[in-house]
């Protein structure tokens, strides 16, 4: 049974307009937003104890009973991880017939498999619709999305958001950024959505060709720097504004204001949680969702290390903030060509003719790009550029994906050969480091 305010949370998510929900959400004192979490915390713990065959496992393992869970903490050390949704079938989160399927990229071996509702994407639509609302996108708007399709969600998530703001919509996937650019006078676009290194190479474009106006520009996917921001703004004279999500998440999680003082996050879906903090705060973001009934995760460990932002927003929203995600808890690095792991460098590398055994891949900036740089120990005798060349085919004909990212600009390659030995002179190095500054 749903407690007043729990019903009338959902009234105004599902039926009513973006703009009364944002209304809604602007005007909900703090109190409210936390018991409705609560409550929905609860409800979610109960549904997939009697559900998702891995929660009653761990649940059971434990000896917890769903019943007196009232809080994340009474959970103890139970939480739901990446590995997990890796390595068991998807039967054991799966909690109802699904409608549909996405994955997250798949280049470490095989991809997390998630499944939703069309319901369940309309929500995740809704909050993202609002947002953009909040940001200034409305009717008579023109947005070009260039998030990939595919497997991956956020394309989907944002064309649903622009059709419920009854905001023209291109969802072109991804394509060479010349060939949007070309008709950005044609369908006069104003609002530009794509992922950050994408838009750097636009913007470049646009420097040498002339800009057409935007008001606004979203970027989600890798990672923006500093750098890469200010570019992009100074060139086209407009805000842009970030999001935070995961296929996991299914779609966003937080998006900024105009102030861009952090993610505001959906706290209505999602119960944020921040574990193993250092002094300054930072530690891994854990996620439940509270409103998934497909497939729920109760606890999700996201690998992000982040931290929340305390205090109220300048802008009034009195949503939660996170700040800017600092790095991953895992090996794997979030840039230009996609979300990297060193596994996709070990198939790259491993019948490399010439290549030892030790080696190291580091991402840098370089200017406005993202830096692949190869540092490879050659054994005696073999040519560099025969490497090169054997290495940049690998990347092409085993990870298109990656390379297809290439094509549109969005990272360089660069190889750094040392004498045999240098690498490990020290002790084993990581096999893939990521060299940006924040
Ligand atoms: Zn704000």
Redesign the pocket.
């Known amino acids: 049974m749903l407690s007043g305010i729990a019903q009338r949370f959902e009234r105004v998510f599902i039926r009513d307009s973006t703009a009364s929900l944002l209304w809604w959400g602007k005007t909900l004192p703090g109190g409210a937003v936390r018991r409705l979490q609560t409550d929905a915390f609860r409800r979610v713990v109960r549904y997939a104890a009697k559900r998702q065959k891995f929660f009653a496992e761990k649940l059971n393992e434990r000896g917890l009973d769903a019943s007196r869970i009232e809080r994340p903490e009474d959970l103890e050390d139970i939480f739901t991880t990446p590995e997990d949704l890796i390595s068991r079938p998807p039967e054991d989160f799966l909690c109802r017939r699904p409608d549909l399927v996405f994955e997250t990229t798949g280049t470490s071996g095989p991809p997390k498999r998630l499944y939703f509702s069309y319901d369940e994407l309309d929500r995740s639509a809704r909050y993202e619709a609002a947002g953009l609302l909040e940001n200034g996108v409305k009717v008579g708007d023109r947005v070009v999305c260039t998030f990939d399709p595919g497997y991956w969600i956020s394309s989907w998530v944002t064309f649903l958001a622009c059709k419920r703001l009854g905001v023209f919509c291109s969802a072109t996937g991804k394509p060479q950024p010349r060939e949007i650019y070309e008709r950005m006078r044609v369908y006069r676009y104003n609002v530009v959505m794509a992922d950050p290194t994408w838009l750097v190479s636009l913007s470049e474009i646009a420097e040498k060709d002339g800009c057409s106006p935007l008001k606004l520009i979203f970027a989600a996917g890798d990672r923006m720097t500093d750098a890469y921001r200010n570019y992009v703004q100074q060139v086209w004279n407009a805000p842009v504004v970030l999001g935070y999500g995961s296929t996991e998440a299914g779609g966003g999680m937080g998006m900024e ?1 105009r ?1 861009g ?1 952090g993610y ?1 996050v959906d706290q209505f879906n999602f119960l944020f949680e921040v574990v193993d903090v250092d002094a300054q705060g930072f530690g891994e973001l854990v996620f439940t969702t509270l409103a998934r009934r497909t497939e729920p995760l109760i606890r999700y460990r996201a690998r992000d290390i982040t931290r929340f932002i305390e205090g109220p ?1 300048p ?1 009034g ?1 009195p949503l939660a903030r996170l700040d800017a995600i600092k790095g991953r808890r895992d090996e794997m690095v979030v840039m230009g060509a996609g979300n990297m792991h060193p596994a996709i460098f070990e198939r790259v590398l491993h019948d490399v003719p010439g290549v030892a055994e030790t080696w190291q891949v580091a991402v840098r900036q370089e200017g406005l790009r993202d830096v692949i740089e190869f540092r490879l120990e050659l054994v005696d005798g073999i040519s560099a550029d025969r490497v090169k060349e054997h290495v940049t085919r690998n990347l092409e004909g085993r990870f298109p994906d990656v390379w297809a990212n290439h094509q549109c600009g969005m990272f360089q390659l660069a190889f750094q050969f040392v004498p045999h030995g240098s690498l490990t002179r020290a002790r084993k190095p990581k096999r893939l480091v990521d060299e940006r500054k924040s």
């Open positions: 204001c102030r003082q505001h927003c802008c929203l």
